[in-house]
């Protein structure tokens, strides 16, 4: 079928994940309107796309800016998550507003040009940092609108209960315009109790969940569980996501098999931080440390909503990163042994997958979706992943947001 209605902006000659050949995207008032062919000279803009492969923009369920690019401040922080927690405490009672809008905001403009249109950051709320990175967060979330949607989860650190004023200040935040809670259970004097009131205050300000849990290799113990209870016993079935639980990794067969059962029936979303967790994990062991790693294409497998995603960058817990999320997906899939039968899957847990667990709505590239998409260097899916190709360009709600062109070669 020819279409020969007018657009706003005709993406001419797309390559589609599912379709045969390309296809022209037709665009109006910043929504998908037509994917099919479309008549010449419809569109008030049209780009060529030339064949190549158009995704939509990728989503990074769970980031850290107000602590990214310190990697220069820091020096030693004597390795393991505790001396990275600790490295990062002592500079964040110094924090600015301007300091952590500066560093975020060199964050998000590497993760834009990576083909980054929606990001969840948790954000560090405690009597140290007070609320400055919120505020910072704040501005962020404003000025760059235009390219990324940025959704502020606070959270603290360092707990709650043994951190006199921090829920406090959490409350504060939750009515100043933060858009969901978070926890970490594991650095609380009594993680039980942070986790009942966290729900208690994520229902009455009726709010989603974002946990940090087990975030060890120890299987013997966990507190998935009990999050999995709380989040029945709330009602907040698909209103709650965990990141690390790389305690996965380490389990035997049977009790993997029975948490993700469990996981499955409270409806708990699971998020893998695959360079965080790696870099974090298994130091006792040197070079035989295991992968450290939560297994998520499993629990997609197993109707789980999963992603991958990049939490820290350039900085003492991650002192790597450009804020491509593809690179992510890519490492994800060789340390899992994952083959090109596998690399779509592995695109969702940075697409589709991660808008189902941040609840994105009117994502992807069908009609009537925001017309959020990026333009990859390359044609096909399997080579597009495999060969870490960089996106060309971007549009946010139909309006270019970046260009990247491809490398020239100057031939002698």
């Known amino acids: 079928m020819l279409f020969q209605e007018s657009f706003d902006l005709v993406l001419r000659d797309a390559h589609l ?24 000279g419809m569109g008030r803009q049209e780009e060529a796309i030339d064949g190549r492969l158009v995704l939509p923009g990728f989503v990074d369920t769970h980031v850290h800016l107000d602590k990214s690019c310190l990697l220069c401040r820091c020096g030693n922080a004597g390795g393991g ?12 009672q110094d924090y600015t507003v301007e300091d952590v809008y500066a560093r975020g905001a060199r964050t998000i403009e590497m993760a834009i040009g990576k083909g980054t249109m929606h990001m969840r950051t948790h954000v560090e709320v405690d009597p ?15 000025n760059y609108a235009f390219a990324l949607d940025l959704s502020i989860c606070v959270f603290p650190q360092e707990g709650m209960l ?39 205050m994520a229902t009455r300000h009726d709010l989603d969940l974002d946990f940090h849990v087990d975030f060890d290799l120890d299987p013997s113990w966990t507190h998935l569980e009990e999050i999995c209870e709380r989040t029945e016993t709330a009602g907040w079935q698909g209103r709650v996501a965990v990141g690390h639980a790389t305690k996965l990794a380490a389990m035997d067969e049977a009790v993997f098999e029975r948490l993700i059962a469990r996981v499955a ?16 994990n298994g130091r006792d062991a040197g070079f035989r440390a295991v ?35 593809l690179r992510m997906a890519n490492l994800y899939a ?4 994952l083959g090109p039968e596998d690399f779509a899957a ?12 941040m609840r994105i709505e009117g994502y992807g590239l069908a009609i009537g979706a925001k017309a959020d998409i990026i333009v990859m260097d390359g044609e096909e899916e399997a080579e597009v992943f495999g060969g870490l190709c960089d996106p060309m360009m971007g549009f946010k709600h139909g309006r270019k947001s970046f260009v990247k062109p491809a490398a020239t070669l100057f031939r002698p």
């Open 81 to 92: 998550l505790k001396g990275a927690i600790a490295a990062v405490a002592r500079l964040k």
């Open 265 to 280: 029936q409270a409806g708990v979303a699971v998020t893998a931080l695959p360079s965080t967790d790696l870099y974090l």
């Open 17 to 40: 994940r599912g379709h045969a050949v390309p296809q022209d995207i037709g665009i109006i008032d910043g929504r998908i309107a037509v994917i099919g062919r479309i008549s010449a």
């Open 346 to 357: 592995c695109l969702d847990l940075v697409s589709e997958d991660a808008a189902r667990l």
């Open 128 to 142: 140290r940092a007070g609320l400055r990175s919120f505020e910072a967060m704040k501005q962020l979330r404003q």
């Open 162 to 200: 043994n951190d006199p004023g921090t829920e406090e200040l959490l409350e504060q935040a939750l009515v100043e315009g933060a858009d969901l809670l978070g926890g970490c259970p594991y650095t609380d004097s009594d993680p039980s109790g942070q986790m009942e009131r966290l729900f208690a």
């Open 334 to 337: 060789n340390l899992m042994h």
């Open 291 to 325: 992968r450290g790693v939560a297994p998520v294409h499993l629990l997609k497998q197993r109707g789980i909503i999963a992603s991958i995603a990049s939490n820290n960058v350039l900085n003492p817990f991650t002192p790597f990163g450009d804020c491509s999320l």
